[in-house]
């Protein structure tokens, strides 16, 4: 079980959590006109990386707050979290893209318990 | 094999005689001893028979890794599939082997052994194919099941569990030498330590061998004891014994099971395990290490045992399982053994290493020349016979000459492995050592620090610099102890993984797996057809997927493909190491949320009234609600229904509508934002007045429904569908926060604080009047979709004008507290109108014949406003609302969309059922165009008829025709499509 560090709380069992998918994902303004390809996009397509992601989890059993996160998704491991209203931060600034447990490859779950 | 009692020690007094009954005879032990201990000292040699090919087997190991004494436990609600060599007896224990018909002895099942040449990889794969798919599962799995198999499932089970939280700084896993010393680092430090041991007594290898002479100059015995005194004392330092850490998951959260009654027999009602859930900063793995076997022709004879067992038996237990033992080894491990015997006056009948004599260690060399103890260098064992027990053994010496010895136990080591388990479980990294043959752990991936042999240090030399250096993130004491040991430091071993039998058979076996009888020819086989990848090679075999997890022989499987693919090790991989380490019980995984506290229930204010009044409930999400009301035991539910329907139509009828969602919004901005959530739009909407609103999601498909009060721009009150009231608050509290965090507004559920009673029926006025008299209820005072606020009583209620039934109906909401009182009120002043109660399932009745949809019945995430015929409740000069836009998407805008009818039967004497398809023709000639399905169906006693809600292609076009409504079980039926309304279509009764 992860340890998920609410903006607001603090860290928190994920037990505590719920995921929302993808974040930083806008949705497009309805006063005006949309195209079906831009309103599917937005409805229907989120991305799906192995490594770096923006993620969006609320403290569902908590303060009921959103907030964005970095997961690496080949890890697990929550890198940051921040609030709605703070800028994204730069996926650069963290030191690997994928770093995994075996330095598997970059797609396949790779579960290997000697190094490749 | 017959066994002698040694000297009695601290685990075991011989003057506390237990006696247990196994397999129906009684035997007797000592307290302290394990069932395998205890059935060794009464010297039975058959424990169980094996999986596949039922050959009898007996105990070969000292600890969890035991790959066949399993028994069931009769006097603890027949728990299956236990270990002997680690449960310990009680007074009064009875056991039985599993997996034997009729009896142990004479075992029906054993028959496969004659054909097993037959039953290789992969058998019942090729095997039991045809003819037809329906005899795998009539015929060949039962028969399978039977004769395959461990112990039997318990019908009954007790055994409660409780959870445990622990949130520590370092968890140190093992109790040996090396976590002992780690913990006295710790001793009266700032850190939070939790020590963890699977047994009983901590000290791991100082009780379990001989191979350590002085501690400190003190003997291990007494150094142990002052050590754990220690511990014990420091305040930082917390013991849990008994508990073996199972599982460890990401961002070092252990999971540990504590057997709360070692050695003696479980109190019913008591909790008789702990499941300790631990987060700690950084974990100490020092759970040392486990001992191989080796393959050989018939390698699981009864009285084959690893040395370190043989040993352990001897320091722990004070019982030697034979005078006279032959000891077959490749490495180092099993000198101690050789010692510990002639220490204890005994003597190897005669050891048998593969290594040559220059590589045997000397003090070894010296203590079997002055023994007499004959000794075989270069050699092998070819095989072992016997009769249900090993009777004589076949040595190839270094000439190549055979040698039959007959002995009574064997004793084997083929090299030790580091207890990897936990490490790769945190997704730490493993490399093969090429010198030590075996896997260690060489990259953590998480903060984890391996000690001692479960580092895969095999030798003590380095001992305290290996601890202070990976201890040295710590402010903690360096530390400095002096060992002295009795046999040799440098850990030594020759590669050997199985000796081909002597004379090529179709019956010899080599066994690369005792719990799941794979042999080594199993893996020759896999890999000629291909399964050369070794978890392919596992899944095929079975080899290592018992519940031992082939502690003992995985590593030597490994050894063997890589051998046979002329691989490195390293190449061929490991497979995946995955929690639990060890079984653990689905009662301890479960604690205490079982039975009633599986899910908590939720109950309405009126509960106590529903249950006195032949309320039969049923559950809507984890709310408790009437289904009908029994008027008295006999009648059926069909019964109720419709009597309670055809009330409501004729006088008035009472529902609890309490478990209805309600969500209060207030706020500067609460106006526009309902506009955004909701379809309908609210602005011209007058100040308390109700509206019926649509809640989308951004797919377009309706999500949830309810009443929307408005008692002002700033404050309006939602109900929601009882399953869907969470669900809508988190959906509004979402958009709130992350797309409009511009407007404010706020939500709160009001559910549980306010009790809902629906009132309706053509009599409800006069009910109403008579329970509110001071409350104007005329048409005109108090019209349709209006709602008031009243005070009763001095009790505030808010009373809303509206009906789910197509009655004239009001609903009424109480605060919880005093809703009892006026439900109670209401029942009294009723009684002379007729007023009954009625549960969902009637209401469920009179939508229907009203039309009005339920959500999550009618509707399954894939129909739209436009679907249902509702295109009324869209605000359509609204800019913007949830899944506005995708009710203009080229698949909602579609034309053969499944759409909302009404169907009758065109004999109204047919019968209709949910789930029927509807379809065009009356014969039935597959594939069959399917349009659509039957989502409500009742029998209404107004119409005097079946009628149903159907989802159908184009269906809102095909109003009018004909079509049939099929099920296999009932065939074709007639019907008609018609509009989904069936009573009252003008609404007059409604308005009246």
Redo the contacts between chains.
């Keep these: ?3 998920i560090n609410c903006p607001y709380c603090g860290p928190r069992d994920q037990s505590e959590f719920s995921n ?1 998918g993808e974040a930083h994902v806008k ?5 005006k006109e ?1 195209g ?1 390809r831009e ?2 996009e ?3 397509i989120r991305a799906n990386p192995k490594g770096l992601f923006y993620e ?1 989890w ?1 403290h ?1 059993h908590g303060c ?3 907030f964005n996160c970095v997961r690496d998704t080949s ?2 491991e929550i890198l940051v979290t921040y609030k ?2 703070e800028k994204k931060p730069n996926l650069n600034n963290f030191k690997s893209v994928v770093k995994t ?2 330095g598997e490859p970059e797609v396949g779950s790779g ?5 490749k | 094999m017959k066994s002698i009692n040694l000297k009695e020690n601290q685990f075991i007094q011989f003057h506390q005689k237990i006696s247990f009954k196994f397999d129906g005879v009684k035997y007797f032990g000592y307290k302290g001893d394990t069932i395998a201990s205890a059935i060794l000292r009464n010297n039975v040699n058959l424990v169980g028979r094996s999986f596949k090919y039922h050959r009898p087997r007996g105990i070969y190991t000292c600890g969890i890794e035991e790959p066949n004494a399993l028994v069931q436990i009769i006097s603890e609600y027949s728990e299956p599939n236990t270990r002997a060599t680690i449960k310990k007896i009680y007074e009064g224990m009875e056991i039985e082997s599993q997996n034997r018909w009729p009896s142990l002895e004479n075992d029906f099942g054993s028959i496969n052994n004659l054909f097993s040449p037959i039953f290789t990889a992969g058998f019942y794969y090729k095997t039991f194919m045809g003819p037809h798919k329906k005899f795998w599962k009539n015929l060949y799995e039962p028969l399978i099941r039977r004769a395959a198999g461990l112990g039997k499932p318990p019908k009954d089970f007790k055994g409660i569990s409780n959870h445990i939280h622990h949130n520590v700084d370092v968890t140190i896993i093992g109790g040996g030498l090396n976590g002992l010393l780690a913990a006295k680092s710790f001793i009266n430090s700032n850190y939070d330590v939790l020590l963890i041991d699977f047994e009983e007594q901590l000290g791991g290898i100082i009780n379990n061998s001989n191979k350590i002479s002085l501690i400190d100059n003190k003997e291990p015995k007494d150094w142990l004891k002052e050590t754990i005194q220690e511990i014990e004392d420091s305040k930082n330092i917390k013991i849990l014994k008994n508990t073996l850490v199972t599982t460890y998951n990401y961002i070092n959260h252990l999971i540990a099971i504590e057997d709360r009654f070692v050695g003696s027999k479980p109190i019913e009602g008591k909790v008789n395990s702990t499941l300790h859930k631990i987060r700690t900063g950084h974990t100490i793995l020092c759970n040392g290490h486990i001992e191989r076997f080796l393959s050989f022709q018939n390698n699981d004879l009864p009285g084959i045992m690893l040395s370190s067992s043989f040993e352990k038996y001897m320091c722990r237990y004070g019982l030697a399982p034979s005078k006279e033992p032959v000891i077959f080894s490749n490495n180092s491990n099993s000198n101690s053994l050789v010692y510990s015997l002639i220490k204890a006056g005994l003597k190897p009948k005669a050891y048998i290493d593969s290594r040559s004599g220059e590589e045997i260690e000397p003090n070894l060399f010296d203590l079997i020349r002055k023994n007499d103890v004959p000794l075989y260098t270069n050699s092998q064992i070819k095989g072992a016979f016997g009769n249900k027990k090993i009777e004589k053994i076949l040595v190839e010496d270094s000439s190549g000459a055979l040698n039959e010895i007959k002995c009574d136990c064997l004793c084997l080591s083929g090299g030790i492995n580091p207890d990897v388990h936990l490490f790769t479980q945190s997704k730490g990294l493993l490399d093969w050592d090429e010198k030590d043959l075996t896997y260690k752990p060489s990259k953590p991936f998480q903060p984890t620090i391996t000690l001692g042999s479960a580092s895969g240090q095999f030798n003590f030399d380095n001992l305290n610099s290996d601890i202070n250096e990976k201890l040295k993130t710590f402010k903690v004491k360096k530390l400095d102890v002096k060992l002295e040991l009795n046999t040799n430091a440098k850990y030594n071993i020759e590669k050997l993984w199985e000796v081909s039998p002597q004379k090529k058979s179709l019956w010899a076996k080599s066994f690369i797996d005792l719990q799941n009888d794979v042999t080594t020819k199993d893996i020759r086989q896999a890999i000629t057809e291909g399964f050369d990848r070794i978890e392919h090679l596992k899944r095929y075999t079975t080899n290592s997927m018992g519940t031992d997890q082939g502690k003992i022989s995985s590593i030597n499987a490994l050894g063997i493909v890589s051998d046979l693919l002329d691989k490195k090790v390293n190449e061929v991989g490991t497979t995946i190491y995955r929690p639990p380490y060890a079984p653990l019980s689905f009662s301890a995984i479960a604690g205490r949320n079982c039975y009633e506290f599986y899910d908590p229930e939720r109950k309405s204010p009126i509960h106590n009234w529903h249950l006195k009044n032949g309320a039969i409930f049923e559950d809507v999400g984890q709310w408790k609600r009437p289904w009908y009301f029994q008027i008295n035991k006999d009648e059926s539910m069909h019964d109720a229904v419709q009597r309670e329907s055809k009330n409501v139509r004729e006088n008035a009828g009472i529902l609890d509508g309490s478990t209805l969602g309600k969500i209060e919004i207030k706020g500067e901005d609460a106006l526009e934002f309902m506009n955004l959530i909701y379809t309908n739009s609210f602005t011209k909407m007058k100040q308390g007045s109700a509206r019926y609103a649509l809640m989308l999601g951004e797919d377009g498909m309706v999500k949830d429904d309810g009443i929307i009060c408005k008692i002002s721009d700033q404050h309006f009150i939602a109900t929601t569908t009882t399953g869907g009231a969470a669900t809508v608050l988190g959906c509004m509290e979402e958009y709130a926060q992350t797309e409009w965090p511009n407007l404010k507004v706020f939500m709160n559920s009001i559910t549980e604080q306010y009790a809902t009673f629906n009132i309706s029926g053509p009599k409800t006025r006069e009910i109403m009047k008579k329970a509110f008299p001071n409350i104007n209820f005329s048409n005109e005072e108090f019209p349709f979709m209006t709602f008031q606020f009243h005070e009763f009583n001095g009790v505030p209620i808010r009373i809303l004008r509206a009906s789910f039934t197509g009655e004239l109906g009001y609903e009424i909401y109480i605060p919880s507290n005093s809703a009892p009182k006026i439900w109670d009120n209401i029942q009294s002043v009723g009684k002379e109108f007729g007023l009954a109660p009625y549960g969902t399932e009637a209401m469920h009745l009179l939508r229907a014949e009203k039309g009005y949809i339920i959500v999550g019945q009618d509707t399954d995430g894939s129909i739209t406003p436009i679907d249902l015929g509702l295109s009324w409740m869209i605000g359509k000069s609204k800019k913007d609302f949830l899944g506005k836009r995708s009710l203009t998407r080229s698949d909602t805008i579609r034309e053969d969309r499944k759409q909302l009818v009404g169907i009758i039967p065109s004999n109204k004497t047919d019968k209709l059922e949910e789930g029927q398809h509807i379809i065009l023709d009356k014969e039935i000639k597959s594939p069959v165009p399917m349009l659509g399905h039957i989502t409500s169906c009742y029998y209404s006693p107004t119409l005097g008829h079946d009628f149903a809600l159907a989802v159908i292609k184009n269906g809102h076009s095909m109003i009018g025709t004909k079509a049939y409504a099929s099920t296999s079980s009932m065939g074709t039926t007639g019907v008609d499509i018609v509009k989904p309304v069936f009573y009252d279509e003008g609404n007059k009764r409604l308005v009246s």
Excluded: A
């Design positions: 079980m992860l340890i929302g949705r497009p303004d309805g006063s949309i079906d309103w599917g937005y409805v229907f969006r609320v569902t009921r707050k959103w890890t697990d709605l209203d447990p075996s579960n290997f318990t000697v190094e």
